[in-house]
């Protein structure tokens, strides 16, 4: 078993960490499914952030939720996609965190999520942060620690 000293890896902030939302793919609220799907399958993510004109964080699309919303008995109905708008069936009860919480509330939630929305007091969104840079950071405090 390996003894960390707790305090290098606490004191790392959010916005240290995370991706900031100029380079975060994104949809908005009003956007129809077709583009929603577009923007996913070009920036390579499973899922995406959902914001307002403001920038104001109001949920997640993937690919999965788009899917099932236009699969129909006996076939993928494609022609939905164009008439479908985004906040009809996007998830909005999503893994968020504010940009000025402390690494621990990140942990406990990155255990179950690939990555987190991050947002100001206001509900900005200020961008994401990955599970893998979190687990980078780690192993270059573990890394550097066993030595």
Same mark, same amino acid.
């Given at each position: ?5 707790? =305090? ?29 799907? *577009? ?5 390579g ?6 914001? #307002?004109? %403001?920038?104001? +964080? ?5 690919t999965?939720?788009?899917? #099932? ?11 939905? +996609? ?8 996007m998830?909005?009860s ?12 990140? %942990?406990? *939630?990155?255990?179950?999520?690939? /990555? %987190? ?7 900005? /969104?200020e =961008? ?6 979190? *687990?980078?950071? %780690?192993?270059?405090?573990v ?5």
């Amino acid at each position: 078993m390996i003894s960390l000293p707790s =305090g290098e890896f606490l004191e790392l902030t959010i916005k240290e960490l995370m991706i900031p939302s100029e380079r975060v793919a994104h949809v908005q609220i009003g956007n129809n499914l077709e583009h929603a799907l *577009l923007v996913l399958s070009k920036s390579g993510y499973t899922a995406i952030p959902v914001l #307002d004109p %403001l920038y104001k +964080l109001h949920g997640l699309i993937s690919t999965p939720i788009i899917m #099932d919303s236009i699969l129909g008995l006996e076939r993928i109905e494609f022609e939905l +996609l164009e008439n479908k708008r985004v906040e009809e069936v996007m998830k909005r009860s999503i893994p968020r965190v504010v940009i000025s919480e402390s690494i621990i509330v990140c %942990l406990d *939630l990155l255990v179950n999520h690939p /990555f %987190l929305c991050v947002e100001n007091e206001d509900g900005f /969104f200020e =961008g994401i942060l990955p599970r893998s840079t979190v *687990l980078n950071q %780690l192993n270059k405090i573990v890394k550097r620690f066993k030595k």
